[in-house]
Each structure stands twice: as structure tokens, then as C-alpha cells.
């Protein structure tokens, strides 16, 4: 049968895009599923199956059955007074469960000022360096001074020179300058990352040519992560060793509290129980990300640590996420958790190493009215923070 140049053209799309469909097929894991289902818009996502710990007693039974409730070593407002408050009648049986920090707004505020105002400062490392000269006050004075009046964002002050080079003009580096939904993607470290990174010399990643000069107001909200403590280098996923800032104590207070309180928690019938020595945690570096509305973080595991038995301490700010948890591959179907402001996750044992990522939730975060808090509250009223704190050795 002789066809048609249109019939043959026909033909070869189609078996194009058979080809595409079988292959997206073979990149098809339960993970991503899950992932799929809470980015979907239409439909909406499924979240009847997500894990409520505000709302357990309603959650469906087949969720209820697979939480445990378990008892805390250390009461953390006790191990952690300015933080977590002092000690109240009635308040030490939540703070021994697994919900804490959530009726102390003001810890919940000190450590969001912090994360916006100090940890965006130099030395620490954050994604808009690749890109921008960012001012010696940190973006979010600047910004502050803007939303005060105190500057114009024309005011030369305002000003934020590109760092991108016209050495660099085809050696562009993934960033969204266009307002859309970013997507941080870590994965697998290298092949024999530990042994071989440690000491070698990382480049500093290329600033972009296509990234725009933006006002402070703009650019703040493009504020996607900083790195404390040992930094980060993202390309080779391993720490640079030789840039290493001094970790801040409060989130170390916060993180030894936490270390304290979980030590010897594990599952009933003792086939896992969390063993930790308190005298022997370092919180050595940390991540603060700052997701905006749409922005999510793809399934990854962290082990660019050395030291993996040491927890992985996460805490939570602001507007409330769906995190992904499952196995150590993709091929496990994750629990889906909503995790909202004052919520700490930990990352210990066999979960160490287990698959992991964020969602937006589409539930709002509660502000509370207070004129001091104005600025940050009309940032956290989009923006979510997660503070993630490790042991690198
Ligand atoms: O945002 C979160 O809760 C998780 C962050 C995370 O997994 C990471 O930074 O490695
Ligand atoms: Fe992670």
C-alpha cells in the first residue's frame, strides 16, 4: 500500500509520541506519582490520605494505624527555655509528644527574624551570590528599608549589580528569573564523593548572563536557600571543607534540645530505637530554604554527610508544605505528612537514608497582629522556612 507523504508524516508522530509516552513510563515511581499528584491542578491534588497530626482522630484509619504516638525523653521547653518557653501545667504533655513549639509564637518569630534577617547575611552563602553583588547590611535590611519608606527602591542604595560577566555568556546556570515555580533538585552524591571531594579544590558556580537586575522587593522573594556552618558546594554535593562559618547557637541550643528529647524513642516492639548520644551532636551545617507559594523540592536523599548516623533535624516556619517520605529508592510510595509552622521532622535510623521532598500544601500559615512583625509577616503570609540542621562528621 503506498501512503500518503501527510499519512506517513501521521504515522511517524505517532510512534513519536507512543515513544515518549513508554519512556516517561520507565521513569514512573510511586514517588513520582505522589509528587504528580500534589502538583496536579486539575484535577486537584488527593489529599485524603495525607497524614493530619493536627487532625489525627479524623484522618482515615488506614493513616491513623500507621502513625505511633511516642514519648519524648526530654521535655524541650525544659532542656531549651528561651526557645521552646518555660515550662507551664499542661503544657509538658505536648511538648513530650510529637507537636512542639506550636503555641509559642514568639520562638516561632525569633527564629524566622533570624532566618530573614541574619542568616541572609555574609558570610553565609545563599543562591542570589551566584548571581548578584548583594549589599554588606544583607538583602533583607535593604528590603526593609524599601517597605519602611526610609529608601526609594530608585535610591541608588537600592541598586544590586549583576555578578554575571560577558566571559560567561553561554554558560548559563539554572535559575528562574521569571517568577514561576522553582525546583530545587538534590540527588546522589558523586561516585566516591567522600573520599576523593574532600579535599579538592570546588569552583564557585558561573553567575548567569540572563538572570535581570531586580529592586529589593523583587529579589528577595527569589531568596531560595542559605548554607550555615560548613557550606554547601550544590553541583559536586559535598561540603567545601575549607568554608566553614561559625554555626549559630540558638538553632545549635535548638538542635541539642531536640537530639536529647529523642534519644531512645523508637517503635514499641523494639525493632528500631533511635540511639543518639547527646554529648556527641555537632550541628556542623545547616540549610535554610525559603520556599515561595508554588516552589517544591524534588525527591532527594542527603547523604553528603560522613557522619549518617547522627539525625537530620528539620524545622518548619510559616506556610504549611506536604513532605514526601519513603523508601531508599523511588520505588516506595511515600507517606505524604503535612508539616506546618513549629513542626519538627526528624530524619534518624533507617529513615536516614530514605527519600524525601516538599510540596505546597495550599493550606494558609496563621499570622498573629503585631506591628513589630509586620514585615515578616506579610513575607511569611507566601513563604515557607525550612531550617535543616547536620552533622557532617
Ligand atoms: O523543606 C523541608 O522540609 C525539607 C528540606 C530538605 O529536605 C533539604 O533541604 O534537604
Ligand atoms: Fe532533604
Redesign the pocket.
Known amino acids: 500500500m503506498i501512503k500518503s507523504k501527510r499519512q506517513q508524516k501521521l504515522e511517524q508522530k505517532q510512534l513519536q509520541s507512543r515513544r515518549t509516552k513508554s519512556s516517561s513510563f520507565a521513569t514512573k515511581t510511586p514517588f513520582r506519582d505522589a509528587e504528580r499528584n500534589f502538583k496536579s491542578r486539575l484535577p486537584p491534588p488527593d489529599f485524603s490520605k495525607v497524614i493530619d497530626f493536627d487532625n489525627l482522630e479524623n484522618c482515615l484509619d488506614e493513616i491513623k494505624d500507621k502513625v505511633i504516638e511516642v514519648e519524648l525523653t526530654a521535655d524541650l521547653g525544659e532542656e531549651c527555655e528561651n526557645l521552646f518557653g518555660k515550662y507551664k501545667d499542661g503544657a509538658c504533655i505536648e511538648r513530650k509528644k510529637a507537636y512542639l513549639f506550636k503555641d509559642l509564637p514568639d520562638a516561632q518569630k525569633h527564629v524566622i527574624k533570624r532566618c530573614l534577617k541574619d542568616f541572609t547575611k555574609h558570610p553565609n552563602i545563599s543562591n542570589l551570590d551566584t548571581h548578584y553583588v548583594l549589599p554588606k547590611q544583607g538583602i533583607w535590611e535593604l528590603y526593609e528599608k524599601v517597605i519602611n519608606n526610609i529608601l526609594d527602591e530608585n535610591d541608588k542604595e537600592c541598586f544590586i549589580p549583576l555578578k554575571a560577566s560577558s566571559i560567561n555568556k553561554n554558560n548559563d546556570v539554572q535559575y528562574s528569573d521569571d517568577g514561576e515555580e522553582s525546583t530545587?533538585i538534590?540527588g546522589p552524591p558523586l561516585e566516591s564523593t567522600k573520599s576523593t571531594t574532600i579535599n579538592e579544590e570546588k569552583s564557585d558556580p558561573p553567575p548567569s548572563s540572563t538572570v535581570s537586575i531586580l529592586p529589593p522587593s523583587q529579589l528577595i522573594r527569589k531568596l531560595r536557600?542559605i548554607t550555615l556552618g560548613y557550606q554547601y558546594h550544590w553541583s559536586t554535593k559535598t561540603y567545601h571543607f575549607d568554608r566553614r562559618f561559625e554555626f549559630p547557637q540558638d538553632i545549635n541550643d535548638l538542635t541539642t534540645a531536640v537530639v536529647k528529647a529523642i534519644d531512645g524513642i523508637g517503635f514499641p516492639d523494639g525493632s528500631f530505637i533511635h540511639k543518639y548520644d547527646v554529648t556527641k551532636w555537632k550541628p556542623e551545617a545547616g540549610?535554610v530554604?525559603y520556599?515561595q507559594l508554588k516552589d517544591n523540592?524534588m525527591a532527594?536523599v542527603?547523604r553528603s554527610e560522613i557522619n549518617m548516623d547522627a539525625p537530620?533535624i528539620?524545622f518548619?516556619f510559616g506556610h504549611s508544605?506536604i513532605?514526601l517520605i519513603g523508601g531508599t529508592t523511588r520505588d516506595t510510595p511515600p507517606f505524604a505528612v503535612y508539616?506546618r509552622s513549629g513542626d519538627i521532622?526528624i530524619m534518624c535510623g533507617p529513615i536516614r537514608g530514605c527519600f524525601?521532598?516538599?510540596l505546597p500544601s495550599y493550606l494558609t500559615s496563621n499570622n498573629a497582629e503585631d506591628p513589630e512583625w509586620d514585615i515578616y509577616g506579610d513575607f511569611m503570609s507566601t513563604t515557607?522556612i525550612?531550617v535543616?540542621v547536620r552533622q557532617v562528621f
Request: hydrophobic share 30%.
Open positions: 530545587l538534590t536557600w540549610v530554604n520556599y523540592l532527594h542527603d537530620l528539620s518548619s508544605c513532605f508539616l521532622s524525601h521532598g516538599t515557607r525550612n535543616n
